[in-house]
């Protein structure tokens, strides 16, 4: 098999080179050395539950992107705003438009290490709730099952006047079948499912209505502006107190609502800790702060995270 022992030595040779082009460009520019997460290992190790809170930086690596760049500042322009959505129609036109084009990318996105990894950790006994700022659902697909979608979920439509709840496809459906030229659009797209289309006239756009009521629809996420309901704050706040540790993972903390928690947390005197690349606004708050994506420390971290739980549960 000349030909076949030929084809094996030149993988074999390219593999080489390429080995050899890796460990010159490593020794360049440090492109592998790991972060040291030993400070972290330790964090996880004094703190068996957690109360974990996520943010959009759990989701990118499932194509949705993140609103902010490292420094915490806007990467593409604001969303919507509340007041502006419900006070406005021409706002509600160009919401629906850019939400229909958008919506079909977001809906097929899917969980990626970092939503697996946290729902092991809930099954291990390591997380003992979960808030999320994400509206993708994305952790509850993953299996988590102690979640907070802290700022609600993109999947349901809500009316503001009777408090029905649709679900999106339903009211997609709706929006295709009214706004057939919308749907043609180029357009990419941008963390809540709104996406960034040519600010072409929207005044032809037919915005849906309440099936059962004829009052205003909403999606049932909190917009900027919007306060969050009271119960639901409430709730996560408790879980926080009950935590043993906070870990922030994916999130600049630059929205007060995620911040509150690093505040309550430092008032309270629980340790806490954050993963993320860019600035945080608690990073003065913080015990341990890791400065790199969830995912490129999973690998070192999982048995770790995993492990205490097992070494504390009696035989
Ligand atoms: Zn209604």
Known sequence: MPARAAEQKGIATTTTERDAATRRLSASFNVSTPTDITPLETFLREHPRLLVLTGAGVSTASGIPDYRDDNGDWKRPQPVQYQDFIRHLPTRRRYWARSM??????????????????????????????????????????????????????????????????????????????????????????????????????????????????????????????????????????????????LVIGSSLMVYSGFRFCRLAAEADIPMAAINPGRTRADELLNVKIAARFEEILDGLGSVALGVATAQTPA
Request: overall charge negative; aromatic content about 6%; hydrophobic content about 40%.
């Open 101 to 246: 084009v958008g919506w079909p990318w977001f809906r097929q996105a899917a969980p990626n290490a970092c939503h697996v990894a946290l729902a092991q950790w809930e099954r291990a006994g390591r997380i003992a709730h979960l808030v999320t700022q994400n509206v993708d659902r994305l952790h509850q697909q993953a299996g988590s099952r102690s979640v907070t979608d802290l700022h609600g979920r993109l999947d349901e439509v809500v009316c503001l006047d009777c408090h029905t709840r649709l679900p999106r496809q339903q009211v997609q459906d709706w929006l295709c079948e009214h706004n057939p030229g919308v749907a043609q659009r180029e357009a990419t797209i941008a963390p809540d499912g709104d996406a960034v289309i040519d600010d072409a006239a929207f005044d032809d756009v037919v915005v849906p209505d309440c099936p059962r009521c004829g009052g205003m629809l909403k999606p049932n996420v909190v917009f900027f502006g919007e306060t969050i309901p009271r119960q639901r704050v409430d709730a996560a706040i408790a879980a926080l107190h009950d935590a043993d540790a906070l």
